[in-house]
Structures are given as C-alpha cells and as structure tokens.
C-alpha cells in the first residue's frame, strides 16, 4: 500500500507516478489522515459522478484545502447542491453554450493575434505567462465586464494566492494571505462602486447584481466570491492545456510536425493534451449518505478526492493511456468533469485553447522549447505546466 498525501512535495510536484501505483489498487484508496477516499480509476469518478448525486454534498467546498483542510468555503454556486446550484448557474448559463461561445470566435481571435504579434516579432518568449495566460485573463475579465488592467492585475493577485513553496500546506503563506487581502480590498471597492453606479457593471457582474433567486439577491461578499471563481476558472486551467499541447508535441516530432503541416488538428492534440496531463487535479465532495463503489463502503461524511487527472490516464478506459497520441479517440473522457457539476464553460474553453494553439502554430515554424527551463505548477489543485519558454523556428 502507497502511502499517499496530495498535499506531499511528490504530489504537489508531479503526481503522476504516484497515481500509475495507486491504480493498481482495486477501487477508491483510503487516506486515513484526511477521512478520505482518493478515487483515482476513471470508472470510480463517472459512478459517482452520475448515479451517486443525491449521495455527495458539494457545500464542504471542491478545492483540497476546503474539504482536508477546513479553509472558509465562498458561497457561490459551485458549492452548491443541485436544486440550489442550477438555479445561479442558470443566471449566466446562456453565455456558456456552443452558440454563444461562437459568437466571440473573432473577438478572441483577435485578442489572441493582438497579444502573439509582438512576441513572435522577438522570436522567443515564455508561451504560458506572456501568451495564453494572459489571453485568457483579459478574456474572464470580459466576461464579467471588467476593464482589461483590472483583469489582469486581479488574476496576477489570485495567481499569488495559489502559490504554494515547498512543503506549504494549504494558503497558509504570508505571500498568500497578503495577495487574498489586497484582492478582496480591491474587489469590494468594486462591489461598492457598482452597486452605486449600476451602469458601470457589465457582463456577468451585471447580471448577478440583478438576479434574484428564491427572493435572494447576492450581497457583497457574494459578488465578490463569484469574481474570485470566474477569474480563477475562466483563466486557469486552459492555459495548462495549451502549454501542455506545445511541451508534448514537441516531445513527439512526428505528431508535431503533422499538426503544423495541417491545422485541422489543433483540436485533437488540445483534447489529448487535456486528457493527458489533465489540468484540474483534483476536485473533492463529502459523502452526504453511505453507499458502495466497487467493494469499499464509503460512510456519510468521509471526503472524497476526485483524481482526474489520474482517471483520464487509466489503462481500463484508454489504450497505450500513458503515451501522448493525438490520434487517439476515445468516447469520453473527465476532462470537464461529469454529472450535474460539469464544467459551465467547456465550449468556450475548447473554442479558445484552439484558437490559441492555432495562432501560435501558424507563426511558430519548426519550434523549439528549452526543456530545461521549463516548470509546473507547484499544487493541490492544478497540475501541468506554467513556464514554457518558446523559440520560434523558420
């Protein structure tokens, strides 16, 4: 038995090692440290996912250190149980679908052209931090209406507040606890001034100022958890992907140079560099009752780790699952999760992850990464690669 602890230097580091040993196991692993169950096969996840709903609880918090560690939990609908958590979901739910997400395809473009341009013009730069992160901050502040200094400046403070040094548990760092102070400063300042001035809220700040539910309107502070998430998920995860499909073409030549010679591509190599080197790591639940997966009895109010990034490499549900194929296929897969908490902003996610990889390759010729220079996120919670430093080829 693997003694595992998501929070240890190996699995903040790189998990994936720990993960191929954990799937030998047969079932979810218990961590007795946490009261936890790790399900780390993909059959586990999807079970649970879909016909144990009414059996997990969301209101503990997704994040690690919420669920393991007892850190506050935003009230905000991704903590919600069902009934509660489409209802506000539901109040942006429109923007998110594939006809809307089309909609902005020229307008991220454009950003994504604006943003690339200089870069490629000097030939060499880091991928992740000047390009795709920064499109897509500017992108989540969009969405929420913000001007593109706040979004960028914001998402750099929420940035800080997930940096973890080695062997930190949990945001317990004065760097963070600084970051997390200065933010909600500055986003209930915000609050403030929109309430007073509903003319100046745009986008989905607009619309939960608005929105009532149930006969409850957010207050303050739950305006300003929503503005926390949508900058943390609207430009989080997919960044990860983008770098991870240049690192690993780049490992793989052949696939590399097919994709450059032919663009039409671009979306399988995003998908499979989701599915191998998946960005969301892990996202807990609590049990609400008792009930079984494979053989383990899991008891109300145990916590239970949802290890995708582990499922989309098990080698029950995916063929040659640790090898990096972009022309795979597959009929499902967790990168945007399952179930009735599934990602709200998958189309806008692939759209964009697409037209930046698309971008880049257009102008990136027969380009070259300093494999030394690169690194991943440091994490709980996400996993991948955050400095990719880039030179472009002839």
Same mark, same amino acid.
Not at 60 to 80: D, I, K, R, Y
């Given at each position: 038995?693997?003694?595992?602890?998501?929070?240890?230097?190996?699995?903040?580091?790189?998990?994936?090692?720990?993960?191929?040993?954990?799937?030998?196991?047969?079932?979810?692993?218990?961590?007795?440290?946490?009261?936890?169950?790790?399900?780390?096969?993909?059959?586990?996840?999807?079970?649970?996912?879909?016909?144990?709903?009414?059996?997990?609880?969301?209101?503990?918090?997704?994040?690690?250190?919420?669920?393991?560690?007892?850190?506050?939990?935003?009230?905000?609908?991704?903590?919600?149980?069902?009934?509660?958590?489409?209802?506000?979901?539901?109040?942006?739910?429109?923007?998110?679908?594939?006809?809307?997400?089309?909609?902005?395809?020229?307008?991220?473009?454009?950003?994504?052209?604006?943003?690339?341009?200089?870069?490629?013009?000097?030939?060499?730069?880091?991928?992740?931090?000047?390009?795709?992160?920064?499109?897509?901050?500017?992108?989540?502040?969009?969405?929420?209406?913000?001007?593109?200094?706040?979004?960028?400046?914001?998402?750099?403070?929420?940035?800080?507040?997930?940096?973890?040094?080695?062997?930190?548990?949990?945001?317990?760092?004065?760097?963070?606890?600084?970051?997390?102070?200065?933010?909600?400063?500055?986003?209930?300042?915000?609050?403030?001034?929109?309430?007073?001035?509903?003319?100046?809220?745009?986008?989905?700040?607009?619309?939960?100022?608005?929105?009532?539910?149930?006969?409850?309107?957010?207050?303050?502070?739950?305006?300003?958890?929503?503005?926390?998430?949508?900058?943390?998920?609207?430009?989080?995860?997919t960044p990860n992907v983008c770098a991870g499909a240049v690192y690993y073409l780049a490992q793989n030549p052949d696939q590399k140079h097919a994709v450059l010679n032919d663009l039409s591509l671009v979306p399988q190599a995003f998908s499979e560099a989701a599915r191998y080197d998946q960005p969301t790591n892990i996202?807990?639940?609590?049990?609400?009752?008792?009930?079984?997966?494979?053989?383990?009895?899991?008891?109300?109010?145990?916590?239970? =780790?949802?290890?995708? !990034?582990?499922?989309?490499?098990? #080698?029950?549900? /995916?063929?040659? +699952? *640790?090898?990096?194929? @972009?022309?795979?296929?597959?009929?499902?897969?967790?990168?945007?999760?399952?179930?009735?908490?599934?990602?709200?902003?998958?189309? =806008?996610?692939?759209? !964009?992850?697409?037209?930046?990889? #698309?971008?880049? /390759?257009?102008? +990136? *010729?027969?380009?070259? @990464?300093?494999?030394?220079?690169?690194?991943?996120?440091?994490?709980?919670?996400?996993?991948?690669?955050?400095?990719?430093?880039?030179?472009?080829?002839?």
């Amino acid at each position: 038995m693997i003694d595992y602890d998501p929070f240890s230097d190996d699995a903040m580091r790189d998990p994936h090692k720990i993960y191929a040993e954990l799937r030998k196991g047969d079932g979810p692993h218990f961590i007795e440290k946490y009261n936890a169950w790790a399900l780390v096969h993909f059959e586990d996840i999807w079970n649970t996912s879909t016909k144990h709903e009414k059996d997990i609880t969301f209101t503990a918090g997704q994040p690690l250190t919420n669920v393991l560690l007892g850190e506050p939990v935003p009230h905000a609908f991704p903590s919600m149980d069902m009934s509660e958590h489409r209802k506000w979901r539901r109040v942006v739910h429109a923007d998110y679908t594939k006809g809307s997400v089309e909609k902005e395809r020229e307008r991220i473009t454009a950003l994504a052209r604006e943003i690339l341009a200089p870069l490629a013009e000097r030939g060499s730069f880091d991928f992740y931090k000047e390009y795709v992160n920064r499109v897509l901050a500017i992108n989540a502040g969009y969405n929420l209406g913000l001007p593109r200094e706040k979004s960028i400046a914001w998402r750099g403070l929420v940035d800080e507040t997930m940096h973890r040094e080695t062997g930190q548990v949990g945001t317990s760092s004065e760097r963070n606890l600084k970051a997390a102070g200065q933010l909600a400063q500055q986003l209930h300042a915000y609050v403030r001034e929109v309430r007073a001035n509903p003319a100046l809220a745009g986008g989905h700040v607009a619309k939960y100022l608005a929105a009532e539910i149930d006969g409850q309107k957010l207050d303050d502070q739950g305006l300003v958890n929503l503005l926390i998430i949508f900058l943390t998920v609207g430009s989080g995860t997919t960044p990860n992907v983008c770098a991870g499909a240049v690192y690993y073409l780049a490992q793989n030549p052949d696939q590399k140079h097919a994709v450059l010679n032919d663009l039409s591509l671009v979306p399988q190599a995003f998908s499979e560099a989701a599915r191998y080197d998946q960005p969301t790591n892990i996202l807990c639940r609590r049990a609400a009752n008792d009930f079984e997966i494979r053989g383990k009895q899991i008891k109300a109010g145990q916590n239970l =780790l949802m290890v995708y !990034a582990s499922a989309n490499r098990d #080698e029950a549900e /995916f063929e040659r +699952a *640790g090898e990096f194929d @972009i022309f795979r296929s597959y009929p499902r897969d967790l990168t945007f999760g399952v179930g009735g908490h599934m990602c709200l902003g998958m189309h =806008l996610a692939t759209m !964009a992850g697409v037209i930046l990889l #698309e971008e880049f /390759f257009k102008v +990136a *010729g027969d380009y070259r @990464i300093d494999t030394g220079r690169c690194t991943r996120a440091y994490s709980e919670f996400l996993s991948g690669f955050d400095h990719i430093p880039v030179e472009l080829g002839d």
